[in-house]
C-alpha cells in the first residue's frame, strides 16, 4: 500500500513569489491534516480536511496560506506571496477516521525555503 | 509556557544501553499521548501510543504516562543503531478538536556501534 507522498519535496524561493505544495493521502482516507515545523519549533496543526471540507483552519497562520482538497482526493497548500518566516518544512497526514487515537500516517514533508 | 516540553537533546549512547526520553505537559486536557519516530528525511511515523495513565510495552520499547505529573515516558531497552532518529512526543486532548496532534520539539537519539 502506497504511503502519503508530498510534492515537491524540496523548493527555494524568492520572498514574495508564490508555491504550491501538494499531498496525495493514502487511499481511502477521508481525513488530511497539514502541518508545519518551522526551524527550531514544534511541528505544529495547519487544518484538517474531511473529503473535501474543511473541518478546522485554526492553525492556519494567516490569509496568504490556502488549502484545497477538490474532489475529496488530494490536497494543495499554496502560499501567496511567499515571506522569510513561511520557511520550514511542511507535512501532510491522514487517516480513515478523525477518532481519538487514530493513527495519523505522516508524508515526507515538502522543506520549503523562502529567501 | 509552552503545552508540551521535551528536551531536544541530542543525546548520544553505545549500543545495548537503555534510552530514556521523556516529555512533560501543561494541559490536563491531554489523554492520549504517543510517540513517534521520525528518520532524516521522513516523515514522523508512529511508534507508541498510550491511553491516559499506564505502562504499555511493544518489544524493546515501554511508553509510561504519569497524568497526576503530567509526565510521559519512552524507554527503549538494548538500543540498536538503527534506532538512531528524532523521537516525538505527541498529544491529544479529549475535546472537540481530538484528532488534532500537540508535538513536543523532539530528541534527537543517536546509538552508536
Redesign the interface.
Known amino acids: 500500500e502506497a504511503g502519503?507522498t508530498q510534492f515537491p519535496s524540496h523548493s527555494v524561493i524568492e520572498k514574495g513569489q508564490t508555491v504550491t505544495l501538494r499531498c496525495d493521502p493514502i487511499s481511502g482516507h477521508d481525513?488530511l491534516?497539514w502541518?508545519r515545523r518551522v526551524m527550531?519549533?514544534?511541528?505544529?496543526?495547519l487544518l484538517?480536511f474531511v473529503k473535501e471540507s474543511k473541518q478546522?483552519e485554526?492553525?492556519m497562520p494567516n490569509n496568504r496560506f490556502l488549502a484545497e482538497r477538490t474532489g475529496g482526493t488530494y490536497s494543495t497548500l499554496k502560499v501567496q506571496p511567499a515571506e522569510l518566516e513561511d520557511s520550514g518544512v511542511y507535512?501532510c497526514?491522514s487517516?480513515q477516521n478523525?477518532?481519538?487515537?487514530?493513527?495519523?500516517?505522516?508524508?515526507?514533508?515538502t522543506r520549503l525555503l523562502v529567501l | 509556557q509552552?503545552e508540551?516540553e521535551q528536551d531536544p537533546g541530542p543525546l548520544s549512547v553505545p549500543e545495548g544501553a537503555i534510552v530514556s526520553l521523556n516529555c512533560t505537559y501543561s494541559n490536563s486536557a491531554f489523554?492520549?499521548f504517543m510517540w513517534?519516530r521520525q528518520y532524516s528525511?521522513?516523515?514522523?511515523?508512529?511508534l507508541m501510543?498510550t491511553?491516559s495513565s499506564g505502562n504499555k510495552e511493544d518489544g524493546r520499547f515501554t511508553a509510561q504516562v504519569d497524568k497526576s505529573s503530567k509526565y510521559i515516558s519512552l524507554f527503549i531497552r538494548d538500543s540498536q543503531p538503527s534506532d538512531s532518529a528524532t523521537y516525538?512526543c505527541a498529544m491529544?486532548d479529549?475535546g472537540g478538536?481530538?484528532?488534532?496532534?500537540?508535538?513536543?520539539?523532539?530528541t534527537l537519539l543517536t546509538v552508536n556501534p
Open positions: 502519503v481525513n491534516y502541518y527550531g519549533k514544534e511541528i505544529k496543526f484538517h478546522d485554526s492553525g507535512f497526514a487517516s478523525a477518532d481519538r487515537g487514530e493513527t495519523q500516517y505522516f508524508g515526507p514533508g | 509552552k508540551v489523554q492520549y513517534y528525511r521522513k516523515g514522523p511515523e508512529l501510543y491511553y516525538l491529544q479529549s478538536s481530538n484528532y488534532k496532534l500537540t508535538f513536543g520539539k523532539g
